[in-house]
């Protein structure tokens, strides 16, 4: 699909109203299943429901992520960046204790100079290799005092909910596994497939590809940012309404090769 602008200019304002509700929701549920998940008796439940259970807490953990990142670009309330920061902060925390402050700061790098060396999250010695690169990742976020933050933290945390007389298999399978499948997702959905370096080369500033899924898909891989050059081009446009982005772009598309 060509990177070019859509005829008509996609409205980029977002509603407080919306903004905070939708954040509220991925937040809800995550508190909500967490509690829950962590009191049954996994060994009354179905394989099935357990998996099906992990990749749900997993999918919600990466929407606390993406939650934080709407607050980086301000997005949950613009009206009240004090209140759209302390979101954020939350939600980082929540993900996995990371500095939001910190995130903003490496991710405002990697709008303003994607897929490159000033990139944090571009690793270009292994840009096809994914096993690499997503190690190189999770170091970038890890590194300095902040692994020994997550490694406290998590350690502090584990010991809280062991007196709590927690089953240490339901804190492996609903909060520690689904930590690690989010990493992933977001590495693969958000970085990896759209910043790998196509053979034709870059085409444009942005560095970046977005996917052919589906609006389900889309949603279901990692909340619509696998549409990644849509993002670029409109950073303040909220993670829900990027199939919007695609559409118009599609539309134009149609249009020019018509």
Not at 16 to 45: C, E, K, M, P, T
Not at 112 to 132: I, M, T, V
Not at 147 to 155: E, K, N, Q, T
Not at 181 to 199: D, E
Request: aromatic residues 14%; charged residues 10%; positive net charge.
């Amino acid at each position: 699909m060509p990177n070019k602008l859509p005829q008509e200019p996609i409205n980029t304002q977002t509603s407080s109203q919306i903004g905070v509700l939708v954040a509220g929701i991925l937040i809800f549920l995550w508190f909500s299943s967490l509690i829950r998940l962590l009191s049954i008796n996994i060994s009354q439940a179905p394989p099935l429901w357990i998996v099906a259970a992990v990749l749900l807490r997993s999918f919600l953990h990466t929407g606390l992520f993406i939650t934080t990142h709407e607050a980086i670009h301000g997005i949950i309330l613009p009206q009240n960046r004090q209140v759209n920061d302390l979101i954020g902060s939350t939600t980082s925390l929540l993900y996995a204790l990371l500095p939001y402050k910190i995130l903003a700061k490496n991710h405002r790098l990697h709008h303003h100079y994607p897929a490159s060396e000033q990139d944090p999250d571009f690793y270009g010695s292994g840009q096809n290799n994914f096993l690499l690169w997503y190690v190189n990742f999770m170091k970038e976020y890890l590194k300095g005092r902040q692994a020994w933050v997550l490694l406290i933290g998590m350690g502090v945390i584990f010991c809280i909910l062991l007196t709590w007389q927690i089953p240490l298999s339901n804190i492996f399978l609903f909060w520690v596994i689904p930590i690690l499948i989010s990493s992933m997702q977001l590495f693969t959905f958000g970085i990896f497939l759209p910043h790998r370096q196509p053979k034709e080369g870059y085409q444009d500033r942005h560095r970046t590809k977005s996917s052919n899924y589906s609006t389900f898909w889309s949603f279901i891989a990692c909340y619509h940012f696998d549409y990644h050059w849509e993002h670029h081009q409109y950073p303040n446009l909220p993670w829900y309404n990027l199939p919007l982005a695609r559409q118009k772009h599609a539309q134009v598309s149609k249009i020019e090769s018509a």
